[in-house]
C-alpha cells in the first residue's frame, strides 16, 4: 500500500469516529500504536478534525466575548499541537531516509512530506464537509449543485497531492531528493521570545 493511500485510509477513519459524537471535547482514542506512523497520522487528523469545529464555532455572530476568547485560546493551544506533530512526523521521514545516499544532483524540495500530509488531513475534511453540503436535504438545488462542482475539484485535489506525496518518497528512496527538518520556531507562544509576555515581568 503506498502512503499515501495508508493517510488517506486513516484520514477517513478519524472523521468518521469523530462525528460519531460530533463535540470537540470527545477524547480520541487512537486505535495505533504510539509513536508509529499510523498513531501520528490518526492523532494529526483528529488534531484538524476537532480544530475544524473550533473554527465554526469561534465564527457564531451571536457568540460571547468570554466564549470567544476561550475558544481562541484552544485554537491557539491546537495549532501549536499541529505544528509539532508535523515536525514529529518529518523526522519520522527523516530517520527512514537519511541514511540512503544522495545523487550527485539530488535536490531538495520546496515543501517537506508531512507538510503535504497535514494537506491531506485538512482535505479530507473539506471533502467530507463538502460531501455533507451537497446532499444536506435543506438546502437548495443551486447550493447542492456548486457543493458538487467544489467537491469533484476537491477529490481531483487529493489525488494529485496523493501522487505528488508519493512520487517524493519515492525520490528519497532512490536518492534524487533528500530532506532537512526545519522547526518552525514560532515566536509568540514562547514567554521568551514575545515581548508581551516577557515585558510583563
Known amino acids: 500500500m503506498k502512503f499515501s493511500q495508508l493517510s488517506n485510509r486513516i484520514f477517513r477513519r478519524v472523521i468518521n469516529d469523530y462525528h460519531l459524537s460530533d463535540h470537540i471535547d470527545t477524547p480520541m482514542i487512537n486505535p495505533y500504536p504510539e509513536n508509529s506512523i499510523e498513531g501520528y497520522l490518526y492523532l494529526k487528523c483528529w488534531i484538524d478534525t476537532v480544530q475544524w469545529h473550533l473554527e465554526d464555532l469561534i465564527r457564531d455572530p451571536?457568540?460571547?466575548p468570554v466564549s470567544a476568547l476561550e475558544l481562541k485560546r484552544h485554537?491557539?493551544?491546537?495549532n501549536q499541537e499541529r505544528t509539532d506533530l508535523v515536525e514529529q512526523i518529518d523526522t519520522y521521514?527523516?530517520?527512514k531516509y537519511h541514511i540512503i545516499e544522495k545523487q550527485p544532483d539530488a535536490t531538495i524540495n520546496t515543501?517537506?512530506?508531512a507538510w503535504a500530509v497535514d494537506r491531506l488531513s485538512i482535505l479530507a475534511l473539506k471533502i467530507y464537509h463538502m460531501q455533507v453540503e451537497a446532499n444536506r436535504y435543506n438546502a437548495s438545488g443551486e447550493h447542492k449543485e456548486k457543493c458538487r462542482q467544489k467537491l469533484d475539484v476537491l477529490l481531483q485535489q487529493r489525488v494529485?497531492?496523493?501522487m505528488a506525496l508519493d512520487q517524493l518518497l519515492e525520490e528519497y528512496t532512490t536518492g534524487k531528493k533528500y530532506m532537512k527538518v526545519y522547526r518552525q520556531m514560532k515566536m509568540y507562544n514562547d514567554p521568551?521570545?514575545?515581548p508581551v509576555l516577557y515585558n510583563q515581568k
Do not use: G, T
Not at 485554537?75 to 491546537?78: E, F, L, N, Q, V
Open 62 to 64: 451571536a457568540i460571547d
Open 75 to 78: 485554537i491557539d493551544r491546537s
Open 93 to 95: 521521514f527523516w530517520n
Open 111 to 113: 515543501e517537506s512530506p
Open 160 to 162: 494529485d497531492l496523493s
Open 192 to 194: 521568551a521570545l514575545n
